[in-house]
């Protein structure tokens, strides 16, 4: 952990809530702000423990709700874990079970269809705001950039599985280093 003192479960808990009420498009599009947060005003992490932390999160097997707990994990053990995954979680899905009866009533809405196709660009921008924070913090220089655009550009195209291409990328990041 970096030099600042860890946060207490109650303040990982607050600062997961806010983060999960803004996570259009899923925990992706949250990452930019949660390293902003842990990185850069708190100093929990630095940004070599956060870059690796996401990578093991996307590397892993489940939902991208990960990099949040392994955030968690690193601050504060299991209960941080624990914390951190119910705070992400708990209040997007009690306001999701709540907006989705709402929404059930104006499916033939023309509202709704508007609000859908708008959400769209936001979850995608979100999405590539995070991959470009990532890509930042693990990127040095124009080899690390150069790397991360063909990694991307692979799976865009190939449509391999990410572990492969994850697989791939490790040893030639590695070699870049030095």
Same mark, same amino acid.
């Given at each position: ?12 808990? /607050? ?5 999960? /009420? ?6 992706n599009a ?6 902003? *947060?842990?990185? %850069?005003? *708190? ?5 070599? %423990? ?43 899905s009690a ?20 609000? %859908? ?18 890509? %930042?913090?693990?990127?040095?220089? +124009? ?26 990328a490790a040893?030639?990041?590695? +070699?870049? *280093?030095?």
């Open positions: 952990m970096s030099a600042a003192s860890a946060p207490t479960l109650t303040e990982l808990f /607050l600062r997961c809530a806010t983060l999960s /009420l803004v996570a259009v498009g899923g925990a949250i990452v930019p702000e949660l390293h902003r *947060q842990t990185v %850069e005003l *708190q100093h929990w992490l630095s940004g070599p %423990e956060f870059a690796t932390l996401f990578a093991i999160a996307a590397a892993a097997p489940g939902p991208n709700v990960l990099v949040v707990t392994l955030v968690g994990w690193k601050l504060g053990g299991l209960p941080g874990a624990l914390v951190a995954t119910l705070g992400i979680c708990g209040p997007s306001l999701a079970f709540a907006v989705g009866r709402v929404w059930d009533r104006f499916r033939d809405a023309p509202l709704r269809r508007v609000i %859908e196709r708008g959400l769209a660009p936001v979850t995608i921008g979100l999405v590539l705001g995070s991959g470009w924070r990532v890509a %930042e913090t693990a990127s040095s220089d +124009w080899r690390g950039w150069a790397l991360a655009v063909g990694a991307a550009a692979i799976y865009w195209r190939a449509r391999f599985n990410p572990l492969w291409i994850l697989a791939a040893p030639l990041g590695l +070699w870049l *280093q030095h």
